[in-house]
């Protein structure tokens, strides 16, 4: 890096669209705006829709490529430190070098990673997470995962695969496979999906009255029941936070986080999301792990454009 | 660190004696000694013990400091990344600037560590965990704790106390309390006093016939009788293997290591724990993590010396 390098891209790289963020190396958001993800022949367009993207808007200020000091990625699946992607079933790659190939193409210095890691650096640059070298950045959404940050890096694990707490096995009594191809895993139960299917398994079991029963059950519909003490909502909500609690408490056995960061849209219920994963936690985990901060991601869906952006700097 | 140095100390503090180690830069062992640790009056004696030992060692070898790189440690219980020691019950210590008051005393460079985390780095440097960047190196001894190996570094976490695997609740139906506090941890069923209380139970439990009613009960002659087909000592290898395969399996999901490497005094039974281990950790892992090595550590005793020579390199 030098001097003259004013100006840092972010790109989050998502299965419908492609979001981009024009930043300041300083990490101010000048401009975001997103393109499609076009997958059809295995994406091959989308490395170079993003090369045109970022040229364009270059052409748009004009501003020469001198002033930036690069593009980073954030992409779906597990990402090697060399910046390749071995397979990702969503966008059709195999041992795809998206960091070479992203260079070539826009003749800028390319680095990126996975995307819920990506969206945790974001977090750390300019979230939640800032203020902590240690910390758990957990997404909730279809999915459950975490970015393990270690002394202000995320951590990856040999395979890439660090930080899939949403597959820890917490129940030993299910039944149902978890995507994954386990069976129990704490990604059942915190998730999106997770919170629809035991809401609706427990409508079923159950003759209790409930506003679940009138409405479409989504994981905010089921917060949103739970907050006004709907009975069978704070069932399904205690079981979530008593999963959830349970893979956050084993976790801080292992990396000891000053914080755990909770992002994600189901992380949009707010901070009584935060009270009962943070009860069950206690409830779960070593005295010496018992006070660590609950906070709540600050910078939603753009976590991922900052945490992106900040692999250049 | 320039061409001059040759030398390096290594030194593993216990609560009854203190292990020296005298290496050369490239990790050959060239002498290692004992000296007792004298706890008296807060252990006020063990660094001007330490410092004299070594002192003695350069004269005895004809040896100018200057060709000595420094003097690496390991203590038991949490040590900052300044190698404070905050508070340590067995040694009387509190809020101890060892790396400073050793490097006082020796007119040397001095870094240290936890013991454990030592022990994970010595096995590292020049043991098991020697073609891995990634490991997790687990003590079995009187407790259970876990040294986490990412990208060549232990981690320490934010209070020192990544790690503490130990401590993860795997029993939700335990009525004994843990040494921690906790009631329901790994290390109460995976370290040696663990196996010797399972036994115990199982024993007075029972009517079943058992080598171990005619025998002193340690986690010796538990694996022992494990070995040739005891029964009831089958049932707390088991038992051992669940919870431990429970523990390592959750790890994982946090970490990704390449391998785990297995130490300490219980994991002396060798190959028959390993493989104990590995089948329940194979049950409850998610199967993105299957695949990963089972080693046992390879330095025995002397992994404390060797880690800490290398901190000083």
Redo the contacts between chains.
Sequence with gaps: MNGMKKYVFGVDVGGTAIKLGFFTVEGELLEKWEIPTRTENNSENVLPDIAEAIENKLKEKAIEKEEVSGVGFGVPGPVTKEGIIQMNANLGWRNKHVSKELGELTGLPCKGGNDVKTAGLGEMWKGGAAEY??AVFITLGTGVA?A?I??GKV???????????G???VNMEETNA?G???VG?AEQYASGPGLVRMAKKKLEESDKASMLRYDEITAKTVFDAYKVGDELATEVVEEFGHYLG?SL???A??????AFIIGGGVSKAGDELVKVVQKYYKQ??????RN?EFVLAKLGNDAGIYGAASYVL
């Design positions: 070298d240690n975490a393990i270690v002394e951590i990856l694990g040999a395979m890439g695969a660090a930080g899939e707490i597959h820890i096995k978890c994954c191809g386990g895993c349970y408490a084993a976790t056995a292992v990396v000891d986080p000053e779960y985990v070593w005295p010496g792990c660590k």
